[in-house]
């Protein structure tokens, strides 16, 4: 039997993030189908495992081990694939960050392919060669190569929109109790009042063009409603579950879809969990919030990144400010708590900007149970703010994906993209105090 290791690699700094209760979606998502295939399966992921323990299994009795690259991981995975790929693996690399990369990811010595885009379909092929004791990349979906004459990319290939879902949440020998349990101990957003929550995911993509966002799928794919609802009855039973999060890009896709949620969310005979979703503060209008709350939506997470509406319209956020404040004030009225996301540190960020964000924060944050979450940039590969930092002289130093280095890159793309006085030690006082005046620790989010 074909054995496959799916890998999230853990933080560079050796730190374990707080929370820790989100399960690996996209790896469940690969490992039901290899699964499927009749492949035997193993998730380590690095929010539950240190480096040394992922180290000591990665690459032992497996045929291919298949990692999920991030920029807060990038020398543990580089630790982790080399490992991986002495002891005789074929070494996968996967995830949206992989996509955006993956031409610089392809030409390492120690990576056989890089899954650019959904990694379903390529998965299947896979092991249906490995089975067979072939290997031939360029026929493997969404893959990307690096051959003799240069580097190789497969066709494209996406699951239909009623597919992206379909995956058991117990796939790959994951506990999942492990993952609930530790809701209490280390969830930070803190709006949340719940004792055992989870995630889901009803879409997958964003349309949306924002300069920070690396995400390269821009066509929203929106599982069936029924599909959505059916699912979170059924885990929320399973798992004894009193919250759920839907942690796609963004939730407002469709007002007709969200009447559908409702609809189908009431006929269930049992009691559904409440719901947090993640939604763009430019789609909040009209009877937007009352729609949410009637879908069982008691909180989103509103993003609106920065309060200067010269810096949102430079970044792909065309919004007003006032737009912004009617939609936090729309939600609070319609008894929906809203955590505000920002970020600082964007191209064209200056004292000016902050100010405003500043003052912003000092005027929402006093209506009811609004929270701000504030982060400094993550300039991020595959990002339109990424591709226009290599413009300047960083390409010589970042072009090569395995060399990025985040407090580095930023020091580097904050002096380049912003005049901000203080540079990055600023950014970082700044983010701090936006944090502590809303009861927030230290966090930091990259995709």
Not at 26 to 35: F, G, W
Not at 331 to 339: Q, T
Request: a neutral charge; proline letters at 3%; one cysteine or more.
């Amino acid at each position: 039997m074909v054995r496959l290791q799916l890998v999230k690699a853990p933080l560079d700094d050796g730190s374990l993030p707080d929370d820790r209760w989100h399960l690996p979606l996209d790896l469940l998502a690969v490992a039901s189908t290899a699964e499927r295939a009749q492949c035997e399966v193993s998730i380590l992921d690095g929010s539950m495992l240190g480096i040394e323990a992922i180290a000591d299994e990665v690459g032992q009795d497996a045929d291919v081990v298949g990692l999920t690259y991030s920029a807060l991981s990038v020398w543990n995975l580089r630790k982790l694939a080399e490992t991986a790929y002495c002891r005789g693996a074929r070494v996968v690399l996967g995830g949206q960050a992989a996509t955006a990369s993956a031409e610089s990811l392809a030409k390492e010595s120690f990576i056989d392919l890089v899954i650019s885009g959904d990694g379903e379909p390529a998965i299947r092929e896979i092991v249906e060669q490995i089975r067979k004791s072939e290997w031939v990349p360029e026929r493997i979906p969404n893959g990307v190569a690096y051959a003799i004459n240069g580097v190789v990319y497969s066709p494209r290939v996406e699951l239909e929109s009623e597919k992206i879902g379909r995956f058991s949440r117990v796939a790959g020998g994951l506990d999942v109790e492990t993952y609930v349990a530790s809701f209490q101990k280390g969830n930070t957003l803190k709006n949340i009042e719940a004792r055992r929550a989870s995630n889901v995911f009803s879409k997958r993509g964003c349309a949306a063009r924002c300069s920070f966002c690396a995400r390269t799928d821009k066509r929203v794919r929106t599982r069936p409603v029924r599909e959505v609802v059916t699912e979170i009855a059924e885990i929320s039973r399973r798992f004894d579950l009193d919250y759920v999060i839907d942690a796609s890009d963004t939730w407002i896709t469709s007002l007709d879809w969200i009447r559908d949620f409702a609809r189908e969310r009431a006929a269930v005979n049992v009691a559904l969990p409440s719901m947090m979703v993640f939604v763009d503060a430019r789609h909040v209008y009209r009877d937007v919030p009352d729609l949410l709350r009637e879908a069982g939506v008691d909180n989103v997470l509103l993003g609106i990144e920065s309060a200067s509406e010269r810096v949102l319209l430079r970044n792909g956020k065309m919004n007003r400010k006032k737009k912004i404040r009617e939609a936090i004030e729309g939600l609070v009225h319609a008894g929906i708590r809203v955590s505000v996301s920002l970020i600082l540190g964007l191209p064209g960020e200056d004292d000016k900007s902050i100010l405003e964000t500043r003052r912003f924060v000092d005027t929402v944050v006093a209506l009811p149970k609004v929270r701000c979450y504030c982060n400094v940039i993550i300039p991020l590969p595959g990002s339109p703010a990424w591709s226009a930092f290599l413009t300047t002289s960083a390409r010589q130093r970042w072009e090569r994906a395995l060399d990025y280095e985040l407090e580095a890159v930023r020091h580097d793309f904050v002096r380049a993209m912003t005049s901000v006085t203080g540079g990055l030690d600023r950014l970082f006082e700044e983010r701090d105090a936006i944090l502590a005046q809303n009861d927030l620790a230290r966090l930091e989010y990259a995709r």
